[in-house]
């Protein structure tokens, strides 16, 4: 069955989740989450909920999905070290540094790839499994008919899809309106939502919030996905507390096992939620449904009524459920403008029937017909859950031999060949192995990661916990050292390459004709493109008749390509972030002929050793947001059917002034 994957900002989150009915949650750490608001979990808190969810058969995912640079390479390393202690069923990072530590460090940790890194091709895919990754998380701009090809393109990698929560403008990952406006990293966790707010378009003079989607809702397509064959449902939300968690649980999971979910979908509306749409996943390009909020980008609950009059601070109401004193209720004052909210717990004065006579708090006049909604139910209540459960033991993978008279231990620190009595059988003695050698009342529990020359052999229980017992004796015994970060890295030095501003043709960060530059000609990909067949056939045939050519990856998946065509030259551009010489090295290993890379634009400065010299992108912005969302479709209301195709647009913010082009339902905002 397919996979329901919560949230949790806290402890208390994840034991909610839990019980409301997830099959996994993931969290942050107090470090290197891109939640940095949520609570996120210490290390005793890990170790509670390993324990807690490996007993009920549940799973649990730490992301460690920020971006990091070379002075906190030494830190990510012993928090990786740390959860390895503790064990996860997957850590989901953006950082292919981390990557590179992992898979090279902890093979114990499962690699999931985040969101962050846009994965949105088979390319992509594919390029992911064979850096290691078994499970990668969708771009939020996939149609279903596009998770269906990358499906059935990659059916040897877990796919996770969202299907709950606030949708992102831009492309996660790509998003560079926070760092450029306010100055703080959405790849740090510090994101400012320049999308959840207003600018002016200087065409009509209108204020729009022009960039706040809905939120998704993907409830109708659950049984589809999993029809498809995708192996995780994500729901969004490390910053919305319990309520939402329990809500959105209980929904999904009466969805997933065929029961009525009416009720929790009304729970899950009141707990937090936009206005609200499947997001791309019905479709995208021409005469697509509008994915945007409107003039109000705040929770927006579910519809209650209608105001029919008002006398003084008393407000006549024509409900269409029923309400309740002290339930949260809201209505919108200049509804087609910037949307003023009024919020309001309910006093009633009065009902007959659906018609009720509330007080209201305040002097405020509310026009009769304005909609009224419910955004909080008085009787939506979580019962506080106890964090005072037991601890994980700490873990300590390892490969287990049997031998013709000895069963030998191999981890990491040290081997151990124990005397056993071995003994021919029928039966394969595997999982009793498994199962004795997992079992520790002790501080340390073994976790055996292969186990070789079980079959066709017995061995005495006795003689399993004997050697059991006498192992994490030894091991306790050692001197409590680990092993710290070191690069590994030789330093080489290279030539730089061209400041990254003469690559741009002034609405696109990239380039698929050529840039002549000192003899070389420098190409780049564009970081996201449905078409990627295309887009490669015609950057190949580009490249072959150019003199010189240095081609720019700009996302994992060009990484596929590069490796498929090792007559070119390449680089790492703008879009597949080199923020630490573990990336750099990682990409150098999967291609030998690139050539250098431009630093991760929010860095202006790097530590040695690196692979190659890492250029500095000084000067140049990048634009606010990339997306799939069509700015004169979806923010100006602008018919389809009088589409070029391409259009220029103009906005402004607090005296700044923006640029948006449309090309082919595509929208990019610098």
Request: proline residues 5%.
């Amino acid at each position: 069955m397919i996979e329901l994957a919560l949230p949790a900002g806290t402890i208390e989150e994840a034991l909610v989740a839990f019980n409301a009915g997830a099959d996994a949650v993931y969290f942050g750490m107090k470090e290197f989450s891109a939640r940095k608001g949520a609570g996120n979990f210490s290390l005793d808190d890990l170790s509670k909920i390993r324990k807690y969810s490996e007993d009920r058969d549940k799973r649990i995912y730490v992301t460690v999905n920020t971006l990091v640079d070379d002075a906190s390479l030494a830190d990510v390393h012993s928090l990786l070290s740390d959860i390895a202690d503790i064990g996860a069923d997957g850590i989901i990072t953006q950082d292919l540094g981390v990557a590179r530590i992992m898979r090279e460090s902890f093979p114990s940790l499962p690699l999931h790839g985040s969101t962050q890194l846009a994965v949105h091709t088979i390319s992509g895919v594919r390029e992911m499994q064979d850096l290691g990754f078994e499970r990668v998380v969708l771009s939020r701009e996939l149609t279903l008919d596009e998770i269906r090809n990358i499906r059935n393109a990659c059916p040897d990698i877990e796919l996770k899809v969202f299907i709950h929560g606030a949708m992102c403008y831009g492309f996660s990952g790509l998003c560079m309106a926070s760092h450029e406006i306010t100055g703080r990293s959405a790849n740090e966790g510090s994101c400012a939502q320049i999308c959840r707010t207003w600018f002016t378009d200087e065409e009509s003079g209108r204020r729009l919030y022009p960039f706040s989607l809905k939120d998704l809702d993907a409830g109708s397509y659950v049984m589809e996905l999993e029809e498809i064959g995708i192996d995780s449902l994500k729901v969004e939300g490390r910053l919305k507390g319990p309520e939402y968690v329990d809500a959105v649980a209980r929904y999904y999971r009466a969805l997933i096992d065929g029961k009525d979910e009416a009720e929790y979908r009304k729970a899950s509306a009141l707990s937090f939620q936009r206005s609200h749409s499947e997001g791309y996943l019905r479709g995208a390009g021409p005469g697509h449904r509008n994915l945007l909020t409107g003039p109000y980008t705040g929770h927006n609950g579910i519809h209650a009524g209608v105001v029919l009059d008002q006398r003084g601070s008393k407000l006549l109401v024509q409900c269409d459920m029923k309400i309740k004193d002290r339930d949260g209720l809201m209505v919108l004052l200049q509804p087609d403008e910037l949307a003023s909210p009024f919020k309001f717990s309910a006093r009633i004065t009065m009902s007959e029937g659906r018609r009720y006579i509330l007080s209201l708090p305040e002097a405020v006049s509310i026009p009769k017909g304005t909609e009224l909604r419910m955004i909080s139910d008085s009787a939506m209540n979580i019962r506080k859950v106890s964090t005072d459960i037991p601890k994980a033991r700490k873990r300590i993978p390892a490969e287990i031999t049997v031998l013709h008279d000895a069963i030998k231990i191999s981890t990491e620190r040290f081997s151990r060949s124990f005397a056993a009595e071995v003994s021919e059988s029928e039966k394969d003695a595997e999982r009793s192995i498994e199962k004795c050698m997992s079992a520790s009342d002790a501080e340390y529990v073994l976790s055996p990661t292969k186990i070789h020359g079980s079959k066709g052999v017995y061995i005495n229980p006795r003689d399993l916990k004997r050697i059991r017992r006498e192992f994490l004796e030894q091991y306790a015994a050692l001197p409590d050292e680990k092993e710290g970060y070191e690069p590994g890295i030789e330093n080489t030095e290279t030539a730089l390459l061209p400041a990254r501003q003469l690559l741009d043709d002034g609405i696109f960060p990239w380039n698929t004709e050529g840039r002549l530059i000192d003899g070389r000609t420098y190409l780049s990909f564009p970081p996201v493109k449905f078409d990627e067949e295309r887009v490669f056939a015609k950057m190949k045939e580009t490249a072959s008749a150019l003199p010189s050519p240095i081609i720019g990856l700009n996302n994992i998946g060009d990484v596929k390509f590069a490796k498929e065509n090792p007559q070119f030259q390449y680089f790492a551009d703008i879009y597949l972030y080199l923020s630490n010489r573990e990336a750099a090295k990682l990409l150098k290993e999967e291609v030998p002929s690139l050539i250098g890379g431009y630093l991760w634009v929010e860095r202006d400065g790097y530590e040695k050793p690196w692979p190659f010299t890492p250029t500095a992108v000084d000067g140049y912005h990048m634009p606010l947001f990339i997306s799939r969302s069509c700015y004169r479709h979806d923010s100006l209301g602008l018919p389809c059917s009088e589409c070029k195709r391409h259009s220029i647009h103009h906005i402004r913010q607090n005296e700044r002034r923006y640029i948006v082009s449309v090309y082919d339902c595509m929208t990019i905002v610098r």
